[in-house]
């Protein structure tokens, strides 16, 4: 089985040290690199090429979220999921708007952390009820896409949209729908451009959340 690689990015040794050893004793995961600070962690992101990252959201210097805008720019092919010591809605927002794949708690269990990465890496996104109370929050409302834009979604493309907030893989999508991965990607970066959206977790998260309603409507 080919492992997946990835990149820890804390600047807590004893927690980074941790993270190793977790990964490292996993059949399906190659810790390829460790880094102590954002702008380390950016350049060893470049250099390593890692299938994905996590990420520290809180650290001296570069944020977390700092270092996220930045390997967004970059433009690299690797998923990168942010950890966190608290749930913050801003903090997840703008996660979410910078492409983060997943958003999870430091103090989650050490098996729920490794099959949280796994699902990531397959492209499933799970949105646990902490995360769905944040974005149900009314008093400040997700930032997105309304109603108008959803519906010029294809009838291929809202299947696509529920069953990503269902939490399912590409793999699992096709199956469903009776299509090639191939064509769930295709449907996936429509949705994504469409929205005008940046992830999957972020499609789930709008989803979840109910899209904007018109502003001016006229009976």
């Not at 807590?12 to 880094?35: E, N």
């Not at 949280?116 to 896409?145: E, F, S, W």
Request: proline fraction near 4%; charged fraction near 20%.
């Amino acid at each position: 089985m080919d492992c997946t690689t990835l990149l820890l990015i804390d600047d807590h040794p004893l927690f980074r040290k941790g993270l190793a050893q977790l990964f490292g004793a996993s059949d399906d995961y190659q810790v390829v690199g460790q880094a102590a600070s954002g702008r380390e962690g950016i350049n060893l992101a470049v250099s390593l090429a890692p299938q994905q990252v996590l990420l520290d959201l809180h650290m001296p210097g570069l944020s977390g979220l700092q270092v996220l805008d930045e390997l967004r720019q970059l433009q690299l092919d690797c998923q990168v999921v942010v950890l966190t010591a608290s749930m913050d809605r801003a903090e997840l927002l703008t996660a979410l708007r910078l492409g983060a794949s997943g958003y999870v708690l430091k103090e989650t269990e050490p098996d729920a952390l490794l099959a949280y990465m796994r699902n990531c890496n397959k492209g499933a996104i799970v949105l646990d009820a902490t995360l769905v109370a944040l974005l149900a929050d009314q008093q400040a409302p997700v930032h997105g896409p309304d109603q108008a834009d959803a519906e010029h979604l294809t009838d291929r493309e809202g299947q696509t949209l529920a069953l990503i907030a269902a939490g399912m893989s590409n793999k699992q999508i096709g199956r469903e729908l009776g299509i090639s991965d191939g064509t769930v990607k295709i449907y996936v970066k429509n949705l994504l451009q469409k929205l005008n959206l940046h992830s999957r977790l972020e499609l789930a998260a709008w989803v979840h959340n109910g899209p904007s309603p018109r502003h001016e409507e006229r009976h």
